[in-house]
């Protein structure tokens, strides 16, 4: 007679699987990759918080960044015409699509598997909802706002402290650079805050949700986004120096040798025409005017500290927060500045015309004195028009 099957302890008979079997609370469908930042928004209050606040109407196109498991995907699907979902993990692309398997829904849903940020350019749309992974939240706002038609509203989820640098004030101690040129091309307002609980796996900074509104139509600045960020990068470099001191650095000013000379081959105007075109009074040495503006930081005790916290990497941030899409442009005039300074050819006056011009402006405009993080866009905008008006771009 054949052997009765072995007993285990618990009762049951033993097999030949027994010892790969897991507990129930295990069998998870996949593991969140945290290098695609996945961390699922659980609390279906917040989801709806987010639809709500997109004022979705049911005529629009919505995209969605990273939908997940679709727990906003299928909030948007019962309000809008049409929601595109966009995810670059594969898996992530199945599970929404799962998720409205069968539903009336399904046929609104069209799921992207891809990375939107190197896609040639984002599907166009009314609306964009994200729960954006940290990584790709400043990319994603500019290849929003880059699009020849944005869309009328986005509602995005970021983390806590790059929120507040988008809702940012000239003073705050987070204004930079992303503050300036994401409300100069947009409104943005904060939502609401997220506690980390409300995500799975929860993640180990706060987030809060923010509406952003795209500047469009004739409200749109007939400004080149690279115009406007260069002028921001020079300016933000070292947001606690003056103005005046920021454009005395020979590397500012080996760039506005460079353009002014392309501008003058532009428009047929001799480069080396002397100084006295440009306005001489406001020359002074470029080893002298840096001392000046180096003492008039220093005197101030609460600069030097902020000095201090910049050169351990305040502002380096900043220089993050631009995508590659919007730097192609400036890498060949980079590298050119890094190799090259101003002219020291006494033969020539171009480098004294290109400081007495900057200069010129600085003082023109009342700017010279101030600070970055003391500059609202107008400001910006007033000294971006002066500057051209001498014939300097910044592009």
């Known amino acids: 007679m054949p ?25 998870n469908i996949f593991k969140f990759d945290k290098d695609y930042g996945q961390h699922i928004l659980k609390n279906p209050g917040i989801s709806d918080a987010i639809v709500e606040k997109a004022y979705l109407k049911p005529t629009d196109v919505v995209v969605e960044i990273g939908p997940g498991t679709g727990n906003i995907t299928v909030r948007a699907l019962e309000k809008a015409k049409k929601v595109i979902a966009i995810d670059i993990d594969p898996r992530m692309g199945a ?43 400043s990319p ?30 000239p003073g705050d101690a987070l204004y930079s650079r992303l503050s300036v040129n994401v409300n100069f091309w947009a409104t943005c307002k904060h939502i609401m805050k997220v506690g980390k609980q409300n995500f799975k796996p929860p993640p180990k900074v706060e987030s809060d949700v923010v509406r952003i509104e795209p500047l469009i139509g004739s409200a749109r600045p007939n400004i080149a986004f690279d115009e406007f960020d260069g002028l921001l990068r020079i ?30 081959s532009l428009n047929n105007i001799p480069v080396d025409k002397g100084v006295a075109a440009a306005g001489t009074g406001a020359v002074v040495g470029e080893e ?9 930081d ?3 005790g609460d600069d030097n500290e902020e000095e201090e916290d910049d050169d351990n990497g305040m502002d380096v941030e900043d220089d993050e927060d631009m995508p590659e899409f919007f730097k192609e442009m400036k890498d060949e005039e980079d590298k050119a500045v890094a190799a090259k300074t101003p002219s020291r050819n006494p033969k020539s006056n171009v480098a004294v015309v290109v400081k007495a011009k900057v200069n010129k402006v600085l003082a023109s405009t009342g700017l010279g004195e101030k600070r970055a993080r003391q500059c609202d866009q107008n400001d910006f905008l ?4 002066a500057f051209h008006e001498e014939g300097i771009h910044f592009s």
């Open 3 to 27: 052997k009765a099957a072995k007993q285990k302890k618990g009762g049951g008979p033993s097999g030949p699987y027994d010892r790969k079997s897991k507990p129930a609370a295990s069998t």
């Open 95 to 137: 599970e929404v699509t799962k998720r409205v398997q069968g539903t009336p829904l399904a046929k609104k849903l069209e799921v992207i598997l891809g990375d939107v940020i190197k896609m040639p350019e984002m599907p166009p749309c009314d609306a964009l909802i994200s729960n954006t992974p940290y990584q790709i939240s």
């Open 140 to 169: 994603l706002i500019f290849k929003m706002l880059a699009m020849p038609n944005p869309p009328r509203v986005a509602v995005l989820m970021f983390q806590r402290e790059f929120a507040k640098r988008l809702v940012a004030k």
């Open 235 to 264: 300016a933000f470099n070292r947001k606690n120096k003056t103005l005046k001191a920021s454009f005395a650095i020979k590397e500012v000013l080996a760039m506005c040798e460079r353009n002014y000379k392309v501008y003058c």
């Open 288 to 296: 002298e005017g840096m001392d000046v503006d180096m003492d008039d």
């Open 298 to 300: 220093g005197a101030d």
């Open 382 to 385: 007033k000294l971006l028009v």
